[in-house]
């Protein structure tokens, strides 16, 4: 089935992120396909709001590779950004596997840099930038 959200603008991406995490209930892999300056990491923050994550906690993870953050409840929740692997090592070195065995919410962008190596299970969202400037963020399960 396939699902699509489209946000507007900026004021609608916490009303966007509730409805997303209640799609996709029980998904603990996400990865999100798309341009540089789509909004992968403003639709991350806006989950991570949604999830009780402290909003001035949630960065691109560009240099770290990965963050982690906590939700209200204490869970952990992985944020990776993939953007600057050159190797599939690289990605393995920081324990990608570990991370993603966990069944703590994994957050990838950039997946397409270690694509080879995602699970099959991974829901794989896409945002694309609309003419209006509106995004729309899709997926099929």
């Known amino acids: 089935m396939k699902h699509q959200i489209t946000i507007k603008d900026l004021s609608e991406i916490d009303a966007a992120a509730k409805q997303f995490l209640d799609q996709i209930q029980g998904r603990s892999l996400v990865a999100f396909y798309a341009p540089m300056g789509a909004g ?22 560009t240099f770290a590779i990965v963050n982690e953050y906590r939700t209200s409840s204490g869970e952990p929740v992985f944020h990776f950004d993939f953007y600057r692997i050159d190797r599939i090592a690289e990605a393995l070195d920081i324990g990608f596997y570990d991370y993603i065995d966990s069944g703590c919410l994994c957050i990838m962008e950039w997946p397409e840099n270690i694509e080879e190596i995602i699970p099959e299970e991974t829901l794989r969202v896409h945002i694309t930038v609309n003419p209006d400037n509106s995004r729309s963020v899709t997926w099929e399960d």
């Not at 806006?46 to 402290?54: E, F, H, I, S, T």
Request: hydrophobic share 30%; with cysteine.
């Open 40 to 61: 992968k990491t403003t639709f991350t923050t806006a989950l991570c709001r949604q999830l009780g994550v402290g909003e001035d906690a949630v960065s691109s993870p």
